[in-house]
Every structure is written in C-alpha cells, then in structure tokens.
Nanobody
Framework: QVQLVESGGGLVQPGGSLRLSCTAS????????MGWHRQAPGKQRELVAG???????NYADSVKGRFTISRDNAKNTVYLQMNSLKPEDTAVYYC?????????WGQGTQVTVSS
C-alpha cells in the first residue's frame, strides 16, 4: 500500500505565493508519475501540473508561467510552487501519483486566495 501526504495549503492574498508538498511512502518500487490536480466548488477536478518519470512537465494553460512543479526522487516528493496566485486558483489541491502502474491520491489540501 502507498500513502500520499500533502502539506502547504492555506490562505493567501492575491498575488501571493504558496508551495505545496506531497510525499509518497509505503511499498514503492517505481513512481511513474506525480502531479497535482485541483477541484473548485461546483467544478470538475482538473490536472494542474504533472511530472512523469523521465518525461517533460506539463501544465494547465491557466497556470503556465505562474506555477512550477518539481520532484525530488530521493525523497519520493513532488512540489508545486505557486506564484502570482489569483482568486480563481482557490480550490482543494490533490496530489496524484502512479506507483508501480497504480494510481493513488492524497487527501487534499485547501488553497484559498482572497483579500
């Protein structure tokens, strides 16, 4: 079994920054993919950013140039640096990982952008 533990959410003013972290633990042979999704009230969950093993990062158009995803393979951890935050970035952010070809999800962390 694999667990994903997220941290770093919170309340920030428009234009501010936050960094989310997600660490995978448990029975892990290979992490194929790590990424972040988000779900705002009344909306579908959407991919924000992803970083596959050995592949190129990808971002939702709405966050390009503002968010940066990175990964520390030694720590089985993925980060999401979020800059120039906007009120429309408010959502629950979920970490997602594909471990040994199986998908796993974190419990979610709330990000609220408001003055």
């Amino acid at each position: 079994q694999v667990q994903l533990v997220e941290s770093g959410g919170g309340l920030v003013q428009p234009g501010g920054s936050l960094r989310l972290s997600c660490t995978a633990s448990g029975s892990i042979f290979s992490i194929n993919f790590m990424g972040w999704h988000r779900q705002a009230p009344g909306k579908q969950r959407e991919l924000v950013a992803g970083i596959p093993s050995g592949g190129r990062t990808n971002y939702a158009d709405s966050v390009k140039g503002r968010f940066t995803i990175s990964r520390d393979n030694a720590k089985n951890t993925v980060y999401l640096q979020m800059n120039s935050l906007k009120p429309e970035d408010t959502a629950v952010y979920y970490c997602n990982a594909v471990v040994d070809l199986r998908p796993y999800w974190g419990q979610g962390t709330q990000v609220t952008v408001s003055s």
